[in-house]
């Protein structure tokens, strides 16, 4: 079946510095990726569509220039945390969608910012 | 724009009782529905999607839940459940068109005790 590949499965970064995220799709093509977030407890709150070669749809409340997404190939997208704060730990969560498997999600990401 | 209701964000039940967590969406468009498990600390694994056809669509473990157009549900059930069916479960939509993300509800806490 389809797998994605997240990575960082967990990350710790001081306050002010920036991390990035890999999301990378393994034997398919996806369409379409998309990066959640989820806190603690809750659900998962979608933060942006991306399609390869074109910039990101963020949803209503997320910061365009904070959360970075780059979709440089079919197979491969990064979430860059600029400039990260302890209010951005979370858990990051990638999906890539794809006509022959639909959605196939990444392992996630804990970020712990300090 | 779609949504998806969970009713209950917590259900406690006995090993071997049967459960129902309930889901309900709101969409204009023709949806499909999924349920996605959650185990802490892990990401997403599909538990059982609708996509067309048959309204009635089953797990390999056990779980089946039911499309039902005229109550904009997609409850799932199972009727004997196990300690290790302890998790999080998500009920989620997605627009019948190209590049649509997953909406997500709140999630349900299954919590079965011995």
């Known amino acids: 079946g389809a797998v994605v590949s997240q990575h960082p499965s967990w990350v710790i970064c001081k306050s002010g510095t920036s991390v990035k995220i890999e999301c990378r799709s393994l034997?398919?093509?996806?369409?379409?990726m998309f990066w959640y977030r989820q806190f603690p407890k809750q659900s998962l709150m979608l933060m942006a569509t991306s399609n390869e070669g074109s910039k990101a749809t963020y949803e209503q409340g997320v910061e365009k220039d904070k959360f970075l997404i780059n979709h440089a190939s079919l197979t491969l997208s990064t979430l860059t945390v600029t400039s990260a704060h302890p209010e951005d730990s979370s858990f990051y969560i990638c999906?890539?969608?794809?006509?022959?498997?639909?959605?196939?999600f990444g392992s996630g990401t804990r970020l712990t910012v300090v | 724009a779609q949504s998806v209701t969970q009713l209950d964000s917590q259900v406690p039940v006995f090993e071997e009782a049967p459960v129902e967590l309930r889901c309900n969406y709101s969409s204009s468009v023709s949806v499909y529905l999924f349920w996605y498990v959650q185990y802490p600390n892990q990401g997403l694994q599909l538990l059982l999607k609708y996509l067309s056809g048959s309204t009635l669509v089953e797990s390999i473990n056990g779980f089946e839940a039911e499309f039902n157009k005229s109550q904009t549900s997609f409850h799932l059930r199972k009727p004997s459940v196990h300690i290790s069916d302890t998790a999080e479960y998500f009920c989620?939509?997605?627009?019948?068109?190209?590049?649509?993300?997953?909406?997500f509800g709140k999630g349900t806490t299954l919590s079965v005790s011995s």
């Open positions: 989620a939509v997605s627009e019948n068109q190209a590049g649509t993300a997953l909406i």
């Open positions: 999906s890539a969608k794809s006509e022959v498997y639909g959605y196939t």
């Open positions: 034997d398919f093509q996806a369409t379409t």
